[in-house]
């Protein structure tokens, strides 16, 4: 028999929530900052499972996905956002919107910087954000193993960034990990007692469906590289689950028939390729065997359009 479901339910949720202890701290965390400085690769690492996709192009994010870690001591709710950019389309406004919008409705504000590289402009123009609303910031400052060996200028410039705004600057690396108890230990101590949000067990709000579609989408992003690199929505239509295989049917949109092509790849290699790498991924996902189909489908300028937009999934979020 054959049941067709939604998928609708967050991953792993339970009906418990327990009573917090007296002196347990919880609240929600955004992090925020330019595109491409590690805040998804943090929050995979900081909750213990992958929930948000990564790739070596910028402006992966788009959904404001929320990971949860819960504690002995504390559950930290962490939004991951959009990196803040100067928009050049419709979905491009919304992003940042959105992201702009977690600053005002969070307890405190990861503002993660890349520490390779100087303080710039895009920094700069954070920082200014931030300070016309005055959250409680954490600046962290990533990559670290990645430093050069002459790094102690480059730290100055945010040293003296967060001294001038008395933010705590916590340095750490999302890729193995150096660091992260510390920043774990500060954040902890910036949220205020409160209640268990969500069960302890649950990594994130967003359901099964979500998730598949953005490990299509990652894989879009990993095998074409900059080809094709925010032009593309997928949707998941339909999820068929059987005792012993789920099947997945998916949607690839783009904006043009040439997208189409590159998507496709000669021979229908290209396709293949992304299917393959992303049905794994889902395997591992739900821990069970998967059949996933994929379409592609040339839906033009639907960057630029609002309603387009709301239909794939991408709304200004209050």
Known sequence: MTDTIDSQSPLFLSTTIPTAPPDFRSGFIAIIGRPNVGKSTLMNQMVGQKIAITSPVAQTTRNRLKGILTTDKAQMIFVDTPGIHKPHHELGKVLVKNAQNSINTVDVVLFVVDSTVKLGRGDRYIAELLMETNPTVILGLNKSDQQPENSQEIDEGYLELAESQKWITVKFSA???????????????????????????????????????????????????????????????????????????????????????????????MLKAIGTEARNAIQKLIAGDVYLKLFVKVEPKWRQSRPQLAEFGYRVEE
């Open 175 to 269: 890729i193995d990990g150096t660091g992260l108890d510390g920043l774990q230990e500060r954040l902890r101590e910036k949220l205020q007692p409160g209640p268990y949000y969500y069960p302890p067990e649950l990594v994130t709000d967003q359901p099964e469906r979500f998730i598949m579609g953005e490990l299509v989408r990652e894989q879009i992003l990993l095998q074409t590289r900059q080809e094709i690199p925010h032009s593309v929505a997928v949707v998941i239509e339909q999820v068929e689950e059987t005792p012993t295989i789920t099947r997945v049917f998916a949607a690839i949109n783009v904006e043009r028939d040439s997208q189409k092509g590159i998507i496709i790849g000669k021979n229908g290699n």
